[in-house]
């Protein structure tokens, strides 16, 4: 599975060409849009965006590990993951496309 990476600069190229704003303005709005959901996990919320999917914050409790080279355990310390989920619409979308 060989693509592009889609970066910051071209969501703002993006909104940039369909939307109509300046430059510095789409680049703004992305940056906010961004900001704002990064601002709403840290602080535990889970972020749901319509037919696209939902993002929460998953508290991982500490567990036992193993180092892969020396075969040693090694505790795996409590923390937080970041988790997606995607929705039906965008399933669908993705698998219309193979």
């Known amino acids: 599975m060989a693509g592009q990476t ?27 849009v961004l900001d704002e959901i990064s601002t709403a996990l840290e602080r535990g919320e889970s972020v749901k965006i ?10 991982k409790g500490q567990r036992l590990g193993r180092n892969p080279k020396t075969g040693e355990e090694v505790p795996i ?3 937080r993951v970041l988790v997606f989920r995607a929705s039906h619409v965008l399933r669908d ?6």
């Open 6 to 32: 889609i970066t910051r600069a071209d969501l703002s190229e993006a909104v940039y060409e369909q939307v109509g704003l300046s430059r510095n303005e789409s680049a703004t709005l992305v940056e906010t």
């Open 50 to 59: 319509s037919s696209f999917g939902s993002f929460a914050v998953r508290q």
């Open 77 to 79: 310390l409590p923390r």
């Open 93 to 98: 979308f993705i698998n219309k496309r193979q």
